[in-house]
């Protein structure tokens, strides 16, 4: 059974810094894709970053210069780094993996609060 856990979030002011972590636990996998989504109240989630196993990453506009996605193949872990935060990225952060078989796991989400 695959786990996917997040830690790192909490209350942080504008401008200021968070780093989002995020391990798989259980079996061992190598996940073709790893992202991180954020959902608020009344939205859906929004696709944040991702990170390929290659190594390509990918941002939405927003998040541009700002966040930065890594990972750790050998250990199945992804990083968010999130700087130069603003009011409007406050949301529930979740972990997301995507096996070869295609088959997807969320992390159960944790908490990122912008605001001075």
Do not use: H
């Amino acid at each position: 059974q695959v786990q996917l856990v997040e830690s790192g979030g909490g209350l942080v002011q504008p401008g200021g810094s968070l780093r989002l972590s995020c391990a798989a636990s259980g079996s061992i996998f190598s996940f073709n894709v790893m992202a991180w989504y954020r959902q608020t109240p009344g939205k859906g989630r929004e696709l944040v970053a991702t990170a390929t196993s290659d190594g390509r990453t990918n941002y939405r506009d927003s998040v541009k210069g700002r966040f930065t996605i890594s990972r750790d193949n050998a250990k199945n872990t992804v990083d968010l780094q999130m700087n130069i935060l603003k009011p409007e990225d406050t949301a529930v952060y979740y972990c997301y993996g995507v096996l070869p078989s295609s088959r997807a796991y969320w992390g159960q989400g944790t908490q990122v609060t912008v605001s001075s």
